[in-house]
């Protein structure tokens, strides 16, 4: 069943990322509006979807879905697939390479599948949950933890203004303690390139669970650990990932600064 479910999750990205690389108009507008109006959803949001949608009920009707472009219905298969048709789409908005597709299956709640297909990057992110994650067929592995003072760590930003303001003033801690800070716009992306060591460490507020389903069990997969809050699991509120020394010092920190809340 894993490997048919990640034959879907594969297809599905790769012919999703396929539409939005190729079929990216000059004239790109924006259909409507997510949580304010700087967080935009395009058109090319909705068609993405619309393929995924199509095609992956098309293979295994009787899962469930859960879109961020509003498509959700219960399965009853115990499968569910949780995609983000187009993570990073201010990005993809300015013509910028770093956004992706991302799909993950889940079974009875627990992401078996993931797939992130970053096609301006030319890079596609596989990972099965007990088999490891990939990069190209190659095998990914984190970093070895660094001193904290030497580590890069990556982050987001919520597009709430007052929610904004917070995580301003939690960077404006963090970044004289760590090496330097990074803010690439695709939460998913960010989450494999942690697994394909290229970060020591990632955390944001605010995401959805299209925007870490499929990254989050890549990451896993290379050695990362992934959680929220100490002693909770990763939510909306807040999501930590890193090797193990680095999350929990990451953690710990962000725990201080009360990254969770305004």
């Not at 999750?9 to 396929?18: F, H, I, K, P």
């Not at 295994?60 to 990073?88: A, F, I, K, M, N």
């Not at 962000?254 to 809340?261: I, M, S, T, V, Y």
Request: proline share 6%; charged share 25%; with cysteine.
């Amino acid at each position: 069943m894993l490997d048919e479910l990640l034959d879907v999750a594969l297809e599905a990205a790769r012919r999703a990322g396929e539409l939005l690389r190729d079929g990216r108009p000059a004239d790109l507008g924006v259909a409507a509006t997510k949580s304010s109006p700087v967080d935009v959803v395009t058109e090319m949001d909705l068609a993405s979807e619309k393929l995924i949608v199509e095609l992956i009920t098309g293979r295994r009707p009787q899962d469930g879905y859960l879109g961020e472009e509003g498509t959700e219905r219960t399965g009853g298969s115990g499968v569910r697939w949780v995609v983000d048709p187009l993570d990073g789409t201010v990005n993809y908005l300015y013509g910028l390479p770093n956004w992706a597709v991302s799909v993950a299956a889940e079974l009875d709640g627990e992401a078996v599948v993931g797939v992130v297909f970053a096609p301006a990057r030319g890079e596609l992110f596989q990972a099965v949950r007990g088999r490891g994650a990939l990069l190209d067929g190659r095998a990914l592995a984190v970093r070895p933890t660094p001193p904290w003072g030497q580590a890069l760590i990556a982050t987001g930003f919520n597009y709430v203004l007052p929610a904004r303001v917070h995580q301003a003033e939690v960077l404006h801690a963090l970044m004289p303690e760590v090496r330097d800070i990074r803010r690439g716009g695709a939460a998913a992306v960010d989450l494999c390139d942690l697994a394909a060591g290229r970060l020591d460490g990632y955390y944001e507020r605010g995401l959805a669970p299209w925007d870490q389903a499929a990254g989050g069990l890549i990451a896993r997969e290379a050695g990362a650990r992934t959680g929220g809050r100490p002693s909770t699991e990763a939510t909306r509120e807040l999501l930590v990932a890193a090797p193990p020394g680095t999350f929990e010092r990451l953690q710990a920190r962000l725990d201080e600064l009360g990254a969770w809340h305004d």
